[in-house]
Every structure is written in C-alpha cells, then in structure tokens.
C-alpha cells in the first residue's frame, strides 16, 4: 500500500484542550483529577496508561456520552463539556469501539451512509455515491458494500467504521483500543490503513491504546496517564518522520522512544499493582 | 471445482438423511418389537402396523380427523399471534422504561411463575367459551416466554449502538425504529421458538381438560374409548403438527433478519 502524502483536501481543525477535567462517580470513585491537556488540530495522539486509569473515561467525555464534575474541554475553542454538562455527541466526533458497532442488520453501504441519512442534509442517492467512493477510497471496500457486516473479517469491519465515521466529515476520530482484539498480522495491517487514512484525511485522532510500539508507530504524540486518579503524566512527541512504516520499529529512535516510555508506563503500571487494583478495562 | 463440491454436498446431505432414515427405520423395528413383546403379558400398545392400518383404514379419508388438525392449528395460531401481539410491545416497554418496569414487573414476576394448566380452572370460568379458555391458557404460555426474552433483549443491546446513533445525529424516534426494534429481533426469534412448544404442550393439555376437537381431545378420546390406536395417530399427528409449527416459526424468523443468517454471532444461538 502506498501512502497518500498530498496537501489536505479541507481545512484542519479539530484543537482540543482538555482543561483540568475531573469525574468522580458516585462519591468515592474519582477517575480522572485535574487532568489537563492540548490536542493540536490534525494531531494524532495516542494515549496510554494502566488499565482503568480513566482512559476511556476521558474518551467518554470528549465523546459526549459521559460528562466531568470538574473543568471544561472546548474543541476550537468553542465550550464542548463543563462541569456537570455533558458535551451533545455530534457527528463532528466520531468513535470506533474495540468491540466494534456496526450495525449486524444494515448492510455496509447501509452502515456508512446512516449518518448522512439521518442529518438529512443529504440526498439519499449522492449519500449512496459518495459512500461508495469513500469506500473504494479506503482499501476497496465498495466490493462487500452489499454485504452485511457478519459476512465480512473484523480487520473489515474497523475499516467499514473508519469509512462511517469519516464520511460525516468529523473534526475529530475517537478510537477506543480498535484494534486490541486483532492478531499481530491483522493489526499490522490495520496500522498501515489507519496511517494512509490519516494521510489521506488529516483529522484530529484520540487513540486510546495499550500497546506502546503501536502508539509510537502511529502518533504524532504519546501522552501518558497515570494510574487512578487519571491525569496526563507525560508527553513523548515522536518525532519519526512521516510516512510511517512498520520497519521504523527497529529503528534506533524508535528504540530511545520505547524506552523512554516504557519506563514512564511501568511505573504507573506498578503503582496501580501495588495498591491491588482490579482491572477495570 | 464448483460442480464437484456441489456433488459432493449433496452426496454429504444424502447421507446425513440416509442416516436419519436408518434412525427412524431402527426406532419403528424396536416399537413394533416391543409392542408385539407387550402383547404377550397383556400390554396394550399397538404396533406400527396395528397403527398404519387403522390410520389408513378411518382416518385419512375422515373428514373429523381433519378437523382436529383445523381446530388446533387454529388455537395456536390465535394464541401464539395475541402472545406475541401483547408480548412484545410489553417487553419492549419493560425494558426502555425504568417507571414500566417498576410498576408492571413485580406484578408480572407473580404471575409468570404459574404453569400455564393452573389458569385452566380461572379461565374457564371466565370465559364464555371453552374456545376462548383453550386460546387463553395456549396465549398464557406463550406470553410470559415472548416478554421476558424480549425484555431481557432490550436490556442487553450494546449500550455503544445508541452511543453510535446519537453521535451521528439520530433522532430518539429513529433510534426506537432502526435501533431497537431490529436490535431485539433476534430475541423476538428466540421468544417465538421457545413460545411454540409452550404453546403445544399447553394446547394439548387443555384441549384434552376441556375441548370438543382438536388433536389433544383426539388422543384423549382414543383413551376413554380403549382405542390405543387412536392414542398413538393422536400423539403422531401432534407431534407432526408441532414439527410443523416450528419450522413456520423458522421461516418466519428468518425472513425476519435476513441478516443472521450470515452472522456467526447469530447462526446457531438457538
């Protein structure tokens, strides 16, 4: 596959500041604390931490199906979420699940154009049109357009959502640990897609991740959350220039970045050993 | 290549009948044994061939033995369609509204626990048929299974689907209609296969309490009257009849979510 390394088709936006988010549930539980941080426009972070450190939490929040009892998130500098306010969820922030959500009674061409279909702004042949296109775009993928999605491979089916969200033209792309179920070649192959999709369609991406080599393989920038209370720990900009590939893992630089954040990670990760937390996520 | 592997299904499915025809063969030769067997120390169970001829003989052209079959396919339908009709749209509100549930549910836990041939009694005192008492304890039986599965269907579609629709921009009505509704089809399917059966044990039951026709009453007569023929063309014809049933059931549910069919998720849960 080759990447696809033109200028951006539409203007970048999508800048998210996290503002000294916190979200307690019930009274005692407190996920995340005073956890703050800046997502440029286009940037792709990915964000890693312990299981249950509030990961998704945060994802949760910038999603709007979940809202913080402390500080504000603004996305273009526009109020998203506030405290007790729960953002709206909105076509302009889509997320793809780890456990995947296309819908198993719509086709796949039924599945992508359900967003444009819904915000009748568009007409449901150029909906058509146009999801077919994005689909060939991505992989050609408009060959198992008339299939449902329990006929097709789960590597399809991360991608059939990436195509769903993308259509809607988001400013940002959430994706909860996408690709955590895949076997090593399949995620390999997912990894190279997501890089020639972001190439092709520089959107903001939120990637919650566990695995270190894929964070650094994608992102522009690793942050790295702390055990619970979640906050942001550290940020590692990795500078691997792009486009990336798989072979960059042996890299020296790759190397100097893996341990840098494996040693930030496993920190947390024994903190939250230590106090005998159960896994959360 | 294609045709050969098509050749060979086919010589796969014959074989897989061949073997069910062997198994049917062998339990028909072990009844007729066991029936002559029975015979010699008083026993009264007629044989397969005692049964083939006497089915042949004066029921096939009987134009009654017919009409047991009309008269309980008919009981099921009408209960088996008011189960499903009332069932579903109360499981569905169950399981979307936390104020339904509270008021309905302890109500409905009461009743369901109640075998279906305990409302006999009630129901006929009730209704002014032992038609519709019949139809009654068959939509009894059906009705608890349809709810509860549906209900319980509503309460475990992936929290994330409704996440999915609103972020997109879906309407909550949208998402009742192309969310929820095909999201519970699969347990709706369930419901029905499990309500079908329910509902010929039960019918059997009460026609055999209180019917004038029907299959059950048929089979019951064939024991008053010391006809163990008729007791056995009885329990033939119902179980034929419920074989049938359930395949409609199949067919139905699989017109229902083309989709399934394709899904291992899917395939084979019930």
């Known amino acids: 596959m080759r990447s696809v390394a033109s200028a951006p088709a539409t203007a970048v936006n999508g800048a998210v500041t996290i503002d000294a988010v916190g979200k307690v549930y019930g009274e005692t539980v407190v996920a995340l604390e005073d956890c703050s941080l800046e997502i440029a426009a286009g940037e792709f972070l990915a964000l890693v931490g312990p299981s249950g450190c509030g990961k998704s939490t945060l994802l949760n929040i910038l999603a709007g199906f979940d809202h913080p009892t402390r500080g504000t998130v603004t996305l273009d500098g526009a109020p998203l979420a506030s405290a007790d306010r729960a953002a709206h969820p909105g076509p302009d922030r889509i997320v793809v699940f780890q456990e995947g959500a296309l819908f198993p009674w719509k086709t796949v061409l039924d599945n992508v154009t359900y967003g444009l279909k819904v915000q009748r702004q568009t007409a449901p042949e150029e909906a058509r049109a146009r999801a077919l296109d994005m689909l060939a775009r991505c992989g050609g993928l408009d060959r198992v357009a008339h299939q449902f999605p329990g006929q097709i491979s789960s590597g399809m089916q991360r991608r059939v959502e990436l195509v769903r969200a993308l259509i809607n033209d988001p400013k940002m792309l959430l994706l909860d640990e996408p690709f955590r179920a895949m076997d090593t070649v399949s995620k390999g192959r997912m990894h190279q897609h997501l890089l020639d999709i972001h190439a092709q369609f520089p959107k903001t991406v939120f990637f919650i991740t566990h695995d270190l080599e894929e964070a650094i393989l994608l992102a522009d920038t690793v942050a790295v959350m702390t055990t619970r209370p979640g906050r942001i720990r550290s940020r590692v900009a990795v500078d691997l220039p792009r486009p990336r590939h798989a072979r960059m893992i042996a890299s020296e630089r790759f190397v100097a970045l893996k341990e840098q954040l494996i040693a930030a990670v496993h920190e947390e990760a024994l903190k939250a050993f230590e106090r005998g937390e159960r896994e959360l996520a | ?270």
């Open chain 2, 1 to 270: 290549m294609a045709a050969k592997g098509r050749t060979q299904n086919a010589v796969a499915r014959l074989f897989a009948h061949w073997r069910g025809a062997v198994a049917i063969v062998a339990f028909v030769l072990v009844w007729q044994i066991l029936g002559t067997m029975s015979s010699t120390f008083g026993g009264k169970i007629p044989t397969p061939t005692q049964v083939t001829q006497t089915f042949f003989a004066s029921f096939v052209d009987d134009p009654r033995y017919w009409r047991n079959w009309a008269a309980s396919f008919e009981r099921v339908l009408w209960g088996f369609g008011f189960a499903q009709l009332f069932g579903i749209p109360l499981g569905i509100a169950l399981g979307l509204s936390r104020t339904t549930e509270e008021i309905v549910f302890p109500v409905f836990e009461v009743l369901r626990p109640i075998p279906p041939l305990a409302w006999v009694p009630v129901s006929i005192l009730f209704w002014p048929t032992h038609e519709a008492s019949i139809i009654f304890i068959t939509f009894i039986g059906a009705f608890f299974v349809i709810v509860i599965n549906v209900f319980d269907g509503i309460r475990h579609i992936p929290e994330r689907y409704f996440w999915l629709a609103t972020s997109l921009g879906a309407t909550p009505w949208r998402i009742f209609l192309r969310i929820v509704l095909p999201a519970v089809i699969p347990s709706v399917a369930v419901g029905m296969t499990l309500g079908i059966a329910i509902t010929w044990d039960v019918l059997v039951a009460a026609e055999m309490i209180a019917g004038d026709l029907g299959l059950g009453r048929l089979t019951w007569e064939g024991y008053v009257s010391n006809t163990p023929e008729i007791v056995i063309v009885g329990m033939i014809s119902i179980g034929i009849a419920g074989y049938l049933s359930a395949r409609i059931v199949d067919y139905i549910e699989a017109r229902l979510m083309p989709w399934a069919q394709h899904d291992p998720k899917f395939r084979g849960r019930r």
